[in-house]
């Protein structure tokens, strides 16, 4: 599996930002997705996680520092999962990464995008 993450950039506190995780090299769908981010000097930490759906519904779950201003979402059809982040902290910044797993049992993620920075300024 491949995973290119993008969309990243510098705003200021208070606006908006859309990442994307463009998958390929296996079915999408199929795929547990979640985004991360580490920012410098600190531990990489979980953002955000979207569950494979087999009803057409995906179940969600978000860190507590992000809950009420991010949202993940995917698109089975474009093989993309996104992260929509509203009312950005410069606590925020860091780059953020997107993962995917096989198996929603296991804790760890097994692939990785490559990171997409995001700078809020105060």
């Known amino acids: 599996v491949q995973l290119q993450a993008s969309g990243g950039g510098l705003v200021q506190a208070g606006d908006s930002l859309r990442l994307s995780c463009a998958a390929s090299?296996?079915?999408?769908?199929?795929?547990?997705m979640g985004w991360f981010r580490q920012a410098p000097g600190k531990e990489r930490e979980f953002v955000a996680g979207i569950n494979r759906s087999r009803t057409g519904f995906s179940s969600t779950i978000y860190a507590d520092s992000v809950k009420g201003r991010f949202t993940i979402s995917r698109d089975n059809a474009k093989n993309t999962m996104y992260l929509q982040m509203n009312s950005l902290k410069p606590e925020d910044t860091a780059v953020y990464y997107c993962?995917?797993?096989?198996?929603?049992?296991?804790?760890?993620?097994?692939?990785w995008g490559q990171g997409t920075q995001v700078t809020v300024s105060s």
């Open positions: 090299g296996r079915t999408f769908s199929s795929l547990h």
């Open positions: 993962a995917a797993k096989e198996s929603i049992a296991r804790s760890e993620y097994d692939y």
